[in-house]
């Protein structure tokens, strides 16, 4: 039980016994001199609210044989809420302070102490609380493991919890707690019925945190139209689109800002085709984009085998493309189709916008930067860490090759290296308050979401967009999709998918397309073609960048094939000319 840890100098070979011999002498001290012996002890240096003595402290509570005196000690443990409002209790105590206590008294309801059973509504309500008031992720999640814990214990403990939350949540009039207090029940698993029986506040979306939480947390009937603002929606287009040309790891987080800002619905394509007409511009971004898409998409359900055959193949392509060959183009040379393409986008670029990749790198990071200077806490702006987290990813995608089964996402979900950065993000983004509990409720219950939201490889999209064009309903949502499928499409061809134009698993909805009057589609139908080789498309390519068209003119600078700043096509013309 001791090792020699030095010259008579002994140690416990593990850390309960030392616990365990520590209650027992806490517990004998108060048979000569009673519990204010015992409570004497106990509160010296307020060690009831230092996590070190918690195990102690529980052992020595559930160790006292009378009720009486454990309720003694819990009855002042527990942190009260009597005598003014939590947070004139918290100016007076440290609030980690606080916390602790909760969990002490937490602790001992786990360990079925009869004291604390009986003082079941003031336990539950004080790890409530602290949950509601945990400043850091990593506070809010103690209350929160011995919550969901308790509450998986027997079926009646989530009514206590409940009950316990809607009574704090009726008697706070600070919209702070009311917000941080549904977050807390959506992090212990709650569906959105349950929160919604308990606090509907978070389900208001004509407050800030209601129109949140619709578009990036709400599990069922979330709303057809996003509920962003309009500033936040072109900021996060901007982001996007420049973490899509950055780094491996940067257009990662770019998949995950589209898939938690975008409706579940058909109502709009996931991801956007403007944000895959910006990943055209550099061809190892368009590459890796989409192979980053495939890798964190849905499994195919059972009965969609056939129709989506081809997925499979895909997903197994973009397994097998290197990071650094999709990074490097030169190191591409395997990829006939892909250097063929190179030569003949870059021919067309240049005679369209007369730009190349690093201008427009460049044009994306001063517009990101410009809107998220006030962003001090967006980590993966920093060019070292962004390629730390791209060496992590790698060795993510790595393991996920060398696998049998299971998900790339459900590997990244397990990487705290991974997704906290994404989430950290997010939030700056958002300016999410409170902070802590948003983060945690987007990593347990948002980031799990991410594939089902990907409407690209979903195969009922696409039977949903052909149908449409088949029945001659289609609206200008299902154009956006079927645009966003074609350029999959050019991906496909261009990672040898197939060896024939008849062979694409979208050749039906060509056709239905080729004729319709929709500006997406006859952008994604002109940059299909000249991936097939018709460089004669090249013209028609150059007159719809160079349109006065309103809606070319949106597509192309939500793209950043043109910049909103720059001046009508002539004008521009004419300073080329000077040069």
Known sequence: MLIEAGDELYSFVHLTFQEYLAATYLRKSGEAGGMDVIWQAVQKDHRYGDSRWHEVIRL???????????????????????????????????????????????????????????????????LLRAAANANEVESLRKPLHILRTWQEKEPENRAQIGKSAEKIARGSRAEQLRIALALTLVSLGWNDEEVKQVTPFLYDISKRSGQVYATCLLSHNRPAQLL??????????????????????????ALVLAALSSTVRADAPCPSFAQFLNCFLGTGPFL?????????????????????????????????????????????????????????????????????????????RVRALVRVRALVRVRVLDRDRARALDLALDLVRDLDLARAGGTFWQRFLRDTSLY????????????????????????????????????????????????????????????????????????????????????????????????????????????????????????????????????????????????????????????QRRR
């Open 60 to 126: 020595l509570v559930g160790s006292l044989e009378q009720i009486e005196s454990q309720k003694y000690l819990l009855e002042r443990i527990i942190p009260k809420h009597n005598h003014g409002s939590l947070a004139r209790i918290i100016a007076q105590q440290n609030h980690d302070y606080y916390m602790e206590c909760a969990v002490v008294a937490g602790g001992c309801l786990l360990d079925s102490v009869d004291a604390a059973e009986e003082m079941l509504e003031q336990v539950i309500e004080s």
């Open 228 to 253: 962003l603002s309009t500033a936040e929606q072109e900021l996060f287009r901007t982001v996007q689109n420049w973490f899509c040309l950055e780094s491996s790891y940067t257009n990662f987080v």
């Open 288 to 364: 890796l984009h989409l192979s980053t898409f495939l890798l964190c998409s849905s499994p195919i359900d059972k009965g969609q085998e056939e129709e989506a055959r081809f997925l499979v193949q895909a997903w197994d392509l973009a397994r097998a493309l290197d990071l650094d060959r999709v990074r490097d183009l030169d190191r591409v040379r395997d990829l006939v189709r892909v250097r063929d393409l190179v030569r003949v986008r870059d021919l067309a670029l240049a005679l369209v916008l007369d730009l190349d990749l690093d201008r427009v790198r460049a044009l994306v």
């Open 420 to 575: 906290s950065p994404t989430l950290d993000v997010l939030c700056d983004l958002l300016g999410l308050t409170p902070r802590s509990h948003w983060w945690e409720a987007l990593r347990l219950r948002g980031l799990p979401q991410v594939p089902a939201r990907i409407t690209l490889t979903n195969p009922q999209v696409w039977q949903r967009t052909r149908e449409a064009f088949e029945q001659h309903r289609a609206t200008d949502v299902d154009c956006l999709h079927a645009a966003t499928q074609l350029l999959f499409d050019v991906w496909l061809w261009m990672v040898e998918s197939h060896n024939e134009r008849e062979q694409s698993p979208f050749a039906t909805l060509v056709q239905l397309t080729r004729e319709v009057e929709s500006p997406a589609l006859r952008i994604a139908h002109c940059l299909r073609d000249i991936a097939y080789g018709n460089e004669a498309r090249i013209d028609d390519l150059r007159a719809m960048v160079q349109s006065d068209q309103p809606d070319y003119r949106q597509i192309f600078e939500e793209a950043f094939w043109r910049d909103p700043q720059e001046s009508e096509p002539k004008a521009l013309t004419r300073k």
